[in-house]
């Protein structure tokens, strides 16, 4: 099982990302999917989950402004990440439920 993230970078504040993420050898679409980052210094923490249903959970921290959302015909879960704050700086990683897989991380940082 291959988890491949993608779509980091620098933005300004109040700009906008999209990340990616191409599951490959895994039944993609009987998974739940989700997005975690973790800051220097802090723990990992869950941004945002979806079902294999399609229902979606989020962060407080970031409600309003990213949202989450899975392509199951290309096995591609994306986080389009929009009104960027500095404190969303961080390395994000893509995650299976129930398989504990782990994409490498994409570096997302918003300064100006």
């Known amino acids: 099982v291959q988890l491949q993230a993608s779509g980091g970078g620098l933005v300004q504040p109040g700009g906008s990302l999209r990340l990616s993420c191409v599951v490959s050898?895994?039944?993609?679409?009987?998974?739940?999917m989700g997005w975690y980052r973790q800051a220097p210094g802090n723990q990992r923490e869950l941004v945002a989950r979806?079902?294999?249903?399609?229902?979606?959970n989020y962060a407080d921290s970031v409600k309003g402004r990213f949202t989450i959302s899975r392509d199951n015909a290309k096995n591609t879960v994306y986080l389009q990440m929009n009104s960027l704050k500095p404190e969303d700086t961080a390395v994000y990683y893509c995650?299976?439920?129930?398989?504990?897989?782990w994409s490498q991380g994409t570096h997302v940082t918003v300064s100006s």
């Open positions: 995650y299976q439920f129930g398989s504990n897989y």
């Open positions: 979806i079902s294999s249903a399609g229902t979606t």
């Open positions: 050898g895994t039944i993609f679409s009987i998974y739940g």
